[in-house]
C-alpha cells in the first residue's frame, strides 16, 4: 500500500492525527493535490478549520479543478464559526484538606486522584509545536475516562483545543478534572528572585488561570501555546501545579546566593515557617497564584509545586555527596573543593510541609516518584518488602495531614532499562503486561500509603525525549521526534502506545509472508549448493535461501530463509551488519567458523537458540567499553573481537557515613527474546527481537542497539576527535551457517573454513549486498492501547474514588 | 588462627625440614586446567596485568565462543579429562572495583566463575587515587552469585616491602604474614560468615614457610605468582598463573591457553 492510500485509510478509520503525518510525508517528496486535500481533510476533522483551509488551497493552487478541495473550501468558509464560549461561574469545586483532595458533590467528600499525564510530543513534532489537535484530545478524553481515570494532568498551558475539547468532554456528562501545571525555566543568572525572571512567571502565572476560566487571548511566543481562550473549565479544574522537577544544583546556588538563611513568610493565602530562600520564593509564587485568582474570579483552587525524591525533606542515609563519594572513593584530590555535582541527589530540600493555608482552597504537597531512582529508592529500603511503599510511608508521616499526591509513577516498556530495581520495577525493560501489573501494584502501594492519589506516567510514548543514557546517542538531537528508539526507557512511558508504521506494525514477529512484501531481497539463491554437507539429515536446515531487510522509523527488520525447517540443535547461523559501510569493522566470526567476511561488520547477529540468540559488536565500536577513550568507531580487525553490548545503569554508591557500599549496576543489551508481537500468539512478548517459524527467522533490531543515531538522516555513531557521529550510504549485509559441534563450536568440515553455506554465495567485497534506505522528515505510526491500558483499567475501577 | 611468636618459629623449623619447596608445588598433577590472572581492568595503567576493557570483555567472548567455562576449584574433583580441555580458572587480584563495573556483568552472562582476591586492608577504601577497591559489601552481592568466590591477597607481600633485601625480607614478611592472615580471616568470617580458602601470592616473595603459614591460616588453593602454564596438583601450593596480554591480539590469547605445560 502507497502512502497516499495509507493516508487515506486513516481518514476512513478516523485516524486523523496519524493521517496528518502520513499526508505531511507524501507532501515532503512531492507537492501532490490530492495529499494536500488529504491533509486538509484530517485538519478539518480534528477541529482545525485554519490548517484546512490552508491545505485546500494549496491543493487548488496545483490542481485549479479539484472538486473535493473547492467544496471542502466552500463548506469551511460557509460553517458557522465555531467556538463560541462555555462561560460559568462556578463554585470552588476542590480543597485541599486532611490529608485528601476534597471535591464538593453536595458535601465534601474524598476525591482519589486516578490521573494520567499527558504530554505533547506526537511523532515528528517537540513538544513545543503543539501539534496535538482538538478531535485527538476528544478521543483521547474518551479513552482516558474509559480506563476509569477522573483527572488529568497537563505540564503547561496547552493551545486553546485542550480546554475546548475539555469543556466538551466533559460537558457530554462524563468528568475528567484538570490538573493544570505551570511551567518555568531556571533563572538566566540563577536567582529566582531576578525581577525579569519574576515579572515573566507572574505572566505566565496569570495567564493559565485567565486560561483556565477561558478569559485569555495569548499572543504568539516561540515555544509557547496561544490563541484566544474562551471556554471555562475552572469548574473541572483540582488544582495548580508551579514549576518544574527543580535541579538540586540550580536550588543549592539560589540558597547560597540568599545567604542560606531561613525564614518566615506570610502571603495573602498561604504561610510558611522557617523556609530556606527557595522555600519562601516557593510559597510566595503558589500564593500569587491563588490571590491572583482570588482578585481576578473572586476563586481559589489548591495549589502546589513540583517536587521529586531529590528535593524531599527525607534524610536518605544510602546516599553520600558525590563530593564525599569522591573523597571515598580516591577520586577526588585532597585539599580541592568539589564542584556540585548533579549526581548528587541528596542535599537540597523542598519542604512544602513548611507551607499551610491561611485561607482558600488550601496547598498540597506533590512528588513525582519512580521506585528506581534515585538510588536511594532502592538502597534506604533493602529490608523492606517493598522499598516503594516504605518510601511512601516515610513521606506521608513527614507531611503529616498535608495531602500528598504522586503525580508521575509508572515503568516503561522499553527494551532496556537505565536504573536497576531490586523488586524487578526497574526503569525500562517489561514487557507491556508487565508494565501494566507493575503500574497497579506502584498504584496500590500509593492508596495504601494514604496518598491524595496517583497519576501514571504517561499516556502516550513520546519520541521526542531522551534518557540520560542514550542521550549521547541519538544525534542529530534535534531530529529525534523523526524516529523511535525502542532502547529508550523514556519514549516508551505510554499507555497508548506510538509505535512506527500505518495502519499496524511493519513486522509483527508472526511469520506473516505479507510483512515482508515490501522489503528488499537481497540474497536469493535457487540452486541447491552448500559449502559443505554433512548428510546428516540437516543439510536443508543449513541451506540459506533468501535474507531480505526492511525498515521503519523504529527497526531494522531481517528475514533469513532456510531451505528446511530451523533447527539449532543441528544448525546455526550468523548475521553479520556492517552498518557504517567503511573500510574497519570486524571480519573474522566466531564459534570456530573461522570464516573471513568480506566486508567489515560492525555487529553480528548470532542466532543459536530461543534461549542463547545474541547480537553483538565489534569491541572497537562498543560505547561502554571504550567510554574514556576518546574513540567509538568500528576498527578494522580480523581478531574476531567481538563483545556483548552493556550499559552502566548505576553507578557505585556509598552511604553518608561511608560504612555501606552499593554496587555499580551494569546491564547487557545483547540478548535476544523470542516471541511474536501478535497478542493471539502462544509466545507474544511485545519486547521480543526475533520469532522462528518453520524455516523462516524474523528478526527487529531497534536502530539504537546498531548505534544508529538517527535512521532518518542515515546517520550513525562514529566517535573521534573530529565528532560523534557520520552519514552511512546503508548497511551491509552476510550470513553463514554452520553445524554446531561440541561447546557449540562448529563443527570440522573438510576446509579451513567451518561454515556451511553463506550469503553472498561468493564471499568476497564486490558480492555483498547493501540495503539503502530513504531519509525522512515525517515520521508514519499508528497508535494502540497497550495491555498495560486493560490493566490500568481494572486497577483504577478497583479503587474507591472517595471514602 | 593466630600464631605466637612462639608457635611461628617452631613452625618455620618443622618447614625447613620438609622436602623442597618445587616438589611439593607440583604433585600429583590432577588437572592442565589453566589459571589466568587478571587485576584493574581500565583503558590507562602502568599495571603489565591491566587489561583495557574492550580487550577484556573480547578474551572473554571468545572464551565462551570457543567453548571454555570458567570453573571454581571445588569444581575441579569431578572434571573428566574431556571437559578439563575446555575449562579454566578465573583469577582477578588486588579486588579492583572495575571488577564490578567490568568483569561480574560478563561472567554472569557467560555462567563463568572466577575467584576475586582482596587486599584485606584495601577493602572498601582505596589504594591510592583513582583505585577504589571493593568493599565488603559489594563481595557479599559477588559471593552471593554463586559465581564468585572471595579470596585474600596478601598487603605485606606487596611491592613496596619486596624492595627490601630478600633474605631479610622473606622472614620479616613472613612473621608478619601469620598475623596478616589471621586477621584477615577473623575479618573474612566476621564479614562473609565462612573463611577464606584461596589465597593470591602477589609477588614471587613466598616460600615454604609461607606457604605453610596459609595452609595454617586455613587456605586451600593458593595461587602463584610465575607467569607459565602448570597443572594444578592436588597439593595446590603453589598454582602458577597465565597473565593474558593487553594487547587486542586474540589469536595469541588462545595459544596461551593451548600451551600445555
Not at chain 1, 495531614?401 to 504522586?406: F, G, K, M, R, S
Amino acid at each position: 500500500m502507497n502512502l497516499l492510500d495509507r493516508g487515506n485509510l486513516a481518514l476512513q478509520r478516523g485516524d486523523y492525527q496519524e493521517a496528518i503525518n502520513i499526508f505531511k510525508r507524501v507532501l515532503d517528496g512531492r507537492k501532490d493535490p490530492k495529499a494536500f486535500v488529504g491533509y486538509g481533510l484530517a485538519q478539518d476533522r480534528l477541529g482545525d478549520s485554519a490548517a484546512a483551509r490552508w491545505a485546500f488551497y494549496q491543493a487548488l493552487e496545483r490542481d485549479p479543478k479539484n472538486a473535493e478541495a473547492l467544496e471542502q473550501i466552500r463548506r469551511i468558509e460557509k460553517a458557522p464559526r465555531r467556538a463560541g464560549r462555555t462561560v460559568r461561574r462556578p463554585a470552588s469545586v476542590f480543597r485541599a484538606v486532611r490529608s485528601n483532595l476534597e471535591i464538593l458533590d453536595g458535601t465534601w467528600k474524598r476525591f482519589f486522584v486516578k490521573g494520567v499525564n499527558i504530554g505533547l510530543g506526537l511523532p515528528g513534532f517537540f513538544p513545543g509545536e503543539f501539534a496535538i489537535k482538538t478531535g485527538t484530545y476528544r478521543k483521547w478524553f474518551d479513552q482516558i475516562a474509559d480506563m476509569g481515570a477522573n483527572a488529568v494532568r497537563v505540564y503547561t498551558i496547552l493551545p486553546p483545543g485542550f480546554y475546548e475539547a475539555l469543556a466538551a468532554f466533559n460537558g457530554s456528562g462524563r468528568n475528567l478534572y484538570l490538573f493544570q501545571e505551570i511551567w518555568t525555566e531556571l533563572p538566566d543568572r540563577g536567582d529566582f528572585e531576578d525581577g525579569r525572571f519574576t515579572e515573566e512567571l507572574q505572566l505566565e502565572i496569570r495567564s493559565a488561570v485567565d486560561v483556565i476560566y477561558g478569559e485569555a487571548e495569548l499572543p504568539e511566543r516561540p515555544g509557547h501555546a496561544h490563541g484566544a481562550y474562551t471556554h471555562d473549565v475552572s469548574r473541572w479544574l483540582a488544582a495548580f501545579i508551579v514549576g518544574r522537577e527543580w535541579e538540586s544544583w540550580a536550588v543549592r546556588a539560589f540558597n547560597d546566593l540568599k545567604g542560606r538563611t531561613n525564614g518566615d513568610l506570610s502571603g495573602s493565602f498561604l504561610a510558611l515557617r522557617d523556609g530556606t530562600p527557595f522555600e519562601r520564593w516557593i510559597a510566595r509564587t503558589c500564593d500569587y497564584v491563588q490571590e491572583y485568582e482570588h482578585r481576578t474570579f473572586g476563586l481559589t483552587h489548591p495549589v502546589t509545586a513540583v517536587n521529586w525524591p531529590t528535593l524531599d525533606p527525607l534524610v536518605h542515609p544510602s546516599e553520600s555527596t558525590y563530593e564525599q563519594e569522591a573523597r571515598l572513593q580516591g577520586t577526588w584530590p585532597e585539599g580541592e573543593v568539589a564542584p556540585f555535582d548533579e549526581n548528587s541527589e541528596d542535599t537540597e530540600s523542598l519542604d512544602m510541609a513548611k507551607i499551610s493555608a491561611i485561607r482558600g482552597s488550601g496547598v498540597f504537597a506533590l512528588y513525582h516518584a519512580y521506585p528506581y531512582y534515585p538510588d536511594f529508592m532502592n538502597n534506604d529500603y533493602l529490608g523492606r518488602p517493598n522499598g516503594y511503599l516504605a518510601y511512601l510511608q516515610q513521606l506521608k508521616l513527614h507531611h503529616g495531614d498535608q495531602p500528598v499526591l504522586i503525580a508521575e509513577f509508572g515503568v516503561p516498556t522499553s527494551r532496556e532499562s537505565a536504573h536497576w530495581d531490586r523488586q524487578g520495577w526497574q526503569h525500562g525493560g517489561h514487557t507491556e503486561i508487565d508494565q501494566g501489573r507493575i503500574n497497579a501494584l506502584l498504584m496500590s502501594s500509593i492508596h495504601e500509603a494514604g496518598m491524595a492519589g496517583g497519576i501514571i506516567f504517561s499516556w502516550f510514548d513520546e519520541w521526542f525525549k531522551k534518557n540520560w543514557l542514550f542521550v549521547p546517542v541519538q544525534l542529530p538531537a534535534e531530529r529525534k521526534p523523526f524516529w523511535f528508539n525502542f532502547q529508550d526507557p523514556e519514549q516508551n512511558y505510554g499507555l497508548l502506545a506510538a509505535y512506527p508504521g500505518y495502519p499496524d506494525k511493519t513486522v509483527h514477529l508472526a511469520g506473516r509472508a505479507e510483512d515482508w512484501t515490501a522489503a528488499t531481497t537481497l540474497y536469493r539463491k535457487t540452486d541447491k549448493a552448500l559449502a559443505f554437507r554433512f548428510d546428516d539429515g540437516f543439510d536443508e536446515a543449513r541451506r540459506l535461501v533468501q535474507l531480505s531487510v526492511h525498515h521503519d522509523e523504529g527497526f531494522l527488520y531481517v528475514l533469513l530463509i532456510t531451505a528446511g525447517p530451523i533447527d539449532f540443535a543441528n544448525a546455526r547461523y550468523l548475521i553479520g551488519l556492517d552498518t557504517c559501510s567503511s573500510e574497519g569493522g570486524e571480519r573474522l566470526l566466531p564459534f570456530g567458523v573461522n570464516f573471513h567476511s568480506p566486508v567489515g561488520l560492525t555487529h553480528l547477529i548470532e542466532l543459536s537458540g530461543r534461549h542463547d540468540s545474541r547480537i553483538l559488536t565489534a569491541s572497537s565500536y562498543d560505547r561502554y567499553l571504550n567510554e574514556g577513550s576518546g574513540e567509538v568507531r568500528p576498527a578494522a580487525s580480523d581478531q574476531g573481537a567481538w563483545v556483548m553490548m552493556q550499559n552502566k545503569t548505576n553507578m557505585r554508591r556509598i552511604s553518608k557515613d561511608g560504612t555501606r557500599f552499593y554496587p555499580a549496576r551494569v546491564a547487557t543489551m545483547s540478548r535476544l527474546r523470542f516471541g511474536s508481537l501478535d497478542r493471539r500468539h502462544a509466545d507474544y512478548n511485545s519486547l521480543a527481537d526475533f520469532f522462528v517459524d518453520r524455516n523462516r527467522i524474523e528478526l527487529r533490531i531497534p536502530w539504537g542497539l546498531m548505534n544508529v543515531t538517527d535512521p532518518s538522516s542515515r546517520t550513525v555513531l562514529w566517535m573521534d576527535p573530529n565528532g560523534a557521529t557520520r552519514s552511512t550510504p546503508g548497511i551491509r549485509v552476510i550470513a553463514v551457517s554452520y553445524k554446531p559441534g561440541p561447546g557449540g563450536t562448529a563443527a570440522p568440515t573438510s576446509g579451513p573454513s567451518r561454515h556451511t553455506d553463506c550469503f553472498p554465495g561468493r564471499p568476497v567485497p564486490e558480492q555483498v549486498r547493501q540495503y539503502v534506505w530513504k531519509g525522512w522528515e515525517t515520521p508514519v505510526y499508528h497508535t494502540y492501547l497497550k495491555d498495560s491500558y486493560l490493566e490500568a483499567r481494572k486497577m483504577f475501577h478497583d479503587l474507591p474514588e472517595g471514602a | 588462627m593466630r600464631l605466637t611468636r612462639r608457635q611461628f618459629l617452631m613452625l618455620g623449623a618443622a618447614v625447613l625440614a620438609s622436602p623442597p619447596f618445587s616438589a611439593a608445588a607440583t604433585a600429583q598433577p590432577v588437572s592442565q586446567v589453566p589459571v589466568l590472572l587478571y587485576r584493574d581492568i581500565r583503558h590507562r595503567s602502568a599495571d603489565p596485568a591491566c587489561v583495557p576493557p574492550p580487550v577484556f570483555a573480547a578474551q572473554m567472548e571468545r572464551l565462551y565462543s570457543s567453548g571454555y567455562r570458567a570453573i571454581s576449584f571445588a569444581d575441579l574433583p569431578g572434571l573428566n579429562a574431556e571437559a578439563a580441555q575446555r575449562s579454566l580458572i578465573l583469577s582477578f587480584d588486588g579486588g579492583y572495583v572495575s571488577f564490578m563495573t567490568h568483569a561480574f556483568p560478563l561472567l554472569s552472562q557467560y555462567g563463568f566463575k572466577a575467584n576475586v582476591n582482596i587486599i584485606g586492608r584495601y577493602t572498601g577504601t582505596f589504594a591510592a587515587r583513582y583505585d577504589p577497591r571493593l568493599s565488603w559489601d559489594e563481595c557479599r552481592t559477588l559471593a552471593q552469585s554463586g559465581l564468585i568466590e572471595i579470596g585474600c591477597q596478601p598487603a605485606g607481600m606487596l611491592p613496596a616491602q619486596k624492595a627490601m633485601p630478600p633474605s631479610r625480607a622473606t622472614a620479616t614478611m613472613n612473621e608478619r604474614l601469620s598475623e596478616e592472615l589471621s586477621a584477615f580471616q577473623n575479618t573474612f568470617r566476621q564479614e562473609m560468615g565462612s573463611r577464606a580458602l584461596i589465597l593470591a601470592w602477589p609477588q614471587d616473595t613466598y616460600d615454604r614457610l609461607s606457604i605453610e603459614i596459609a595452609k595454617n591460616a586455613g587456605f586451600r588453593y593458593l595461587l602463584g605468582s610465575e607467569f607459565r602454564h602448570g597443572a594444578i596438583s592436588r597439593d595446590v601450593s603453589g598454582m602458577p598463573r597465565l597473565r593474558p596480554g593487553r594487547e587486542q591480539d586474540l589469536a595469541m590469547f588462545e595459544q596461551l591457553l593451548e600451551k600445555k605445560p
